[in-house]
């Protein structure tokens, strides 16, 4: 139940194109689900993240797309740059008052390339 | 840059031995998480500390300790290690409670040989 499952594991696309990486959960006390991006050699960032009260949240060309009665949630990159070329880990986490103290569960990354 | 600091960059031990990571996290940050990640295991939460103490434990092994100190810096212990403990330490900060962002080091490589 603590499991947070991610596909794909590597995705390839072109420039201006649109990336998108899918996350499924099985623990409906989860409430929080935040998407971290890291570049080689540094740690991972936060990019974005939502709450479960609502089906999407957009920054810039970052979307999050949330499906609480399917307990998934993805992330859309729009308008793809090489730039974004990094790996994306999606997470969650339990509440606080349930003893979790923000104790994120990732799932296991997906490499994205963007090519030019 | 993410105010989190991690020392050293790469360590390379031999089987067996024991090695000590640092972190000192963003000014004000009192909660300290290590996380491990290896390539077959992605992100691994390993210890939580919040003010010096130990507030959440994760799949940390026995041969693993960690500790807080009074100026909030933290020391991830790894004894007697194996080839299969090579991986990078990553320490993350945040402020309290809740669901705030983590931020994140830029990590220790471990190679052990």
């Known amino acids: 139940q603590q499991q947070v499952k991610q596909s794909p594991q590597s995705l390839i696309v072109q420039k201006g194109g649109i990336s998108i990486i899918n996350c499924a959960y099985e623990n409906t006390a989860f409430d929080y689900f935040p998407w971290y991006q890291q570049f080689p050699g540094k740690g991972p960032a936060l990019l974005i993240a939502i709450r479960p009260d609502v089906s999407e949240k957009k920054e810039g060309r970052f979307t999050i797309s949330f499906n609480k009665s399917a307990k998934q949630f993805s992330l859309h990159i729009m308008d793809s740059q090489p730039g974004d070329s990094a790996t994306y880990f999606c997470a969650a986490s339990p509440p606080s008052n349930s003893g979790g103290y923000n104790k994120l569960i990732f799932g296991a990354g997906t490499r994205l390339a963007v090519h030019p | 840059d993410s105010g989190v600091t991690q020392t050293p960059k790469h360590l390379i031990t031999a089987t067996g031995q024991r090695v000590t990571l640092r972190c000192s996290p963003r000014s004000g940050d009192l909660s300290v998480y290590w996380y491990q990640q290896s390539l077959d295991q992605g992100l691994q939460f390993l210890i939580q500390?919040?003010?010096?103490?130990?507030?959440a434990k994760g799949n940390i092994l026995e041969r693993f300790s960690a500790q807080q100190f009074p100026d909030l810096h933290s020391e991830l212990n790894l004894s007697s290690l194996e080839l299969g403990d090579s991986a990078l330490y990553f320490c993350?900060?945040?402020?309290?409670?809740?669901?705030?962002?983590?931020?994140f080091g830029n990590g220790t490589r471990l190679t052990v040989t």
């Open positions: 993350a900060s945040k402020t309290g409670f809740g669901n705030s962002p983590l931020h």
């Open positions: 500390y919040y003010n010096g103490e130990e507030r």
